[in-house]
């Protein structure tokens, strides 16, 4: 029998002022739950249907349809500390003002199947623990390394320390045929920005090398979706990269 209060606290863990609260976020379903206890992540609780009965499972829930099984995982510290040292060496991510759940969650899967040594997110980025970007991230939420960071002194110090920052614009060069750094002796920081606005200025400033993702056809979109973009650079870089590493 699970109590009102355990269940109110639970609930509550769907908003982000009482995740901060907690140090807390819910993963729901078999595949996530696996993942978090496979993790090395703190486990605070857990809850199954059968022990608990499908009314309570359907009052704790944060999904429309309630799964088998519930956690209750601790956020790490590296998700609220905000980092602007410089890497060293390796292929990075540095997220500037992503806000759509779907758009982090599916990064972070593509940034796993891909191998991408760290994700860095702006403050202004969307809470990794949204319940939609848990679920979306299929399990990457566990196995990929995110970090908070002051984005612009980030890349900053990454190309102080020798390194090189790419990031994507309309008048960049085309992705296809300029030559590309996998971070083998200096960290590469590639920088995703935001949905509607792109990289800002000041993060703008700091990025040594423009690209740009060609568009194959005239009077198209204006833009790609920002995953889809993340997707096809972190392909194009691990391309070019085959064989050097």
Known sequence: MLAA??????????????????????????????????????????????????????????????????????????????????????????LDGIRDPGNLGTILRTADWYGIDAVYASPDTVEITNPKVVQSTMGAIFRVKFIKADIPALCCAAVKAGGKVYGTFLNGDNIYTSTLDNGKSAPSIIVVGNESNGICPETAAAVSHRLTIPRFKENGPESLNAAIATAITISEFKRQCQGKE
């Open 5 to 94: 209060k355990d269940i109110k606290r639970i609930k509550a863990l769907g908003q982000k002022k009482f995740r901060d609260q907690e140090g807390a976020f819910v993963v729901e379903g078999e595949k996530l739950v696996a993942e978090a206890l496979a993790s090395g992540f703190e486990i605070r609780e857990i809850y199954r249907v059968d022990e608990i009965g499908n009314a309570a499972m359907e009052r704790i829930t944060q999904l429309s349809s309630p799964s088998p099984v519930l956690a209750v995982v601790a956020k790490p510290a590296s998700w609220d500390t905000p980092d602007a040292d410089a890497p060293g060496p390796g292929l990075y991510l540095a």
